[in-house]
């Protein structure tokens, strides 16, 4: 068996545009700048980097969604801390891809609708015109691999790859079979994707029914965010920034883990016989969930410290475990040399970790 090592990472999130403004909030106590999207129900509309704008082509870019986008702004990020080369064999590298559907482009013709016609009355009477709007380029912006189009074509990948469902937890899935078929020696590398939308238009009706959002950003829950994160897997361990040590996940198809979940989750990991430094908990804003996962690691690991980056991105669904891998990276408050947990949760899916100990800070100052 092979071991697997982080060897770099880009992010693009609401409040982020790449790792430089991260580590400025996160060790430069820096104020988070305030979200441009304020209403939560608002189109995320996203636009490409200027650098990113270079190196897409006109004909790509006129298929682009907004995930994809985030993406592509992500791997530049990654791209600009990572030595050149370190995507090597190409030929043979693989993108797993834990990303939302596109229903957003629904929802932003519908969003048009209203505005056009004063509200939701006004719009219902004139449903008619979303007909007029539809393009038949928009089929490929449709499709669930137009991310992994994008993606694989701007890192030369001829691997193949996969889009990965499985709600919150899919940025953590997708990582987790990277980090399979590297330590089994099926790959040599691996580069992860996730990215994901709590601004949804199906999400936020589902989490506003299920009473986790208000119009009161003070009384939600749920702070819905978006964001991607990409990661580059290797079985190198030069310059590595991390060795994953253990990636996992159970299915469970209750909405949200219960307490017994957590503590049997928590009891695996311990079981393992890891000597772990810091818990980045998963605690997405629903109160039950929080009190479950943290009575959990209080009992199984207490004493430990912990961190939720929640307070920083926001919470955007598919990319919250990588973009917690990421931040826990670049926080230099977590040392060199120290073991983090990372949980995560899916909603109908179950639950699951990734350990990883940290090798350097991505960004050195």
């Not at 964001?227 to 159970?250: I, M, W």
């Not at 410290?305 to 926001?314: A, L």
Request: glycine residues 8%; charged residues 25%.
């Amino acid at each position: 068996m092979s071991a697997v090592y982080v060897k770099a990472a880009g992010i693009q999130t609401e409040y982020f545009d790449e790792l430089m403004t991260l580590d400025a909030v996160i060790n430069r106590n820096q104020e988070r700048v305030k979200s441009s999207e304020s209403n939560i129900y608002k189109p995320l509309n996203r636009k490409l980097s200027k650098s990113e704008v270079a190196a897409i082509a006109r004909e790509d870019r006129s298929i682009l969604n907004d995930l994809s986008t985030l993406i592509l702004n992500a791997i530049g990020d990654l791209l600009a801390h990572c030595p050149e080369g370190e995507v090597r064999n190409s030929e043979q590298t693989p993108l797993y891809a834990g990303t939302d559907g596109v229903s957003e482009y629904n929802f932003s013709a519908l969003y048009k609708i209203i505005e056009k016609h004063g509200g939701v009355s006004g719009a219902l009477e004139n449903l008619g015109e979303l007909s007029k709007m539809s393009n038949p380029i928009n089929m490929m912006r449709f499709l669930s691999t137009n991310p992994l189009y994008h993606a694989s074509k701007r890192l030369e990948l001829r691997g193949g790859g996969y889009p990965i469902r499985g709600m919150s937890l899919s940025g953590l899935q997708a990582f987790e079979d990277a980090f399979s078929d590297i330590k089994h020696g099926r790959e040599k590398q691996g580069i992860v994707v996730g990215a994901g939308s709590m601004r949804n238009f199906d999400t936020l009706l589902v989490f506003d029914k299920l009473g986790l959002l208000s119009k009161d950003e003070n009384e939600r829950e749920i702070d819905p965010s978006f964001g991607a994160a990409t990661v580059c897997l290797s079985d190198d361990k030069d310059e590595a920034l991390a060795q994953v040590l253990a990636v996992d996940s159970r299915y469970n198809p209750s909405p949200f883990p219960s307490a017994r979940d957590w503590h049997a989750l928590m009891e695996s990991v311990q079981q393992q016989g890891f000597d772990i430094d810091v818990i980045v908990t998963y605690c997405n804003g629903v109160k039950t969930n929080n009190e479950n996962e943290l009575a959990a690691v209080r009992d199984v690991f207490p004493n430990i410290e912990q961190k939720n980056y929640k307070s920083v991105f926001g919470y955007t669904s598919k990319a919250n475990n990588l973009l917690d891998l990421s931040a826990a990276l670049i926080d230099e408050s977590i040392p060199d040399g120290a073991t983090v947990l990372i949980n995560g949760a899916g909603f109908g899916v179950g639950i699951g970790y990734i350990v990883v100990k940290k090798c350097k800070n991505i960004i050195n100052k």
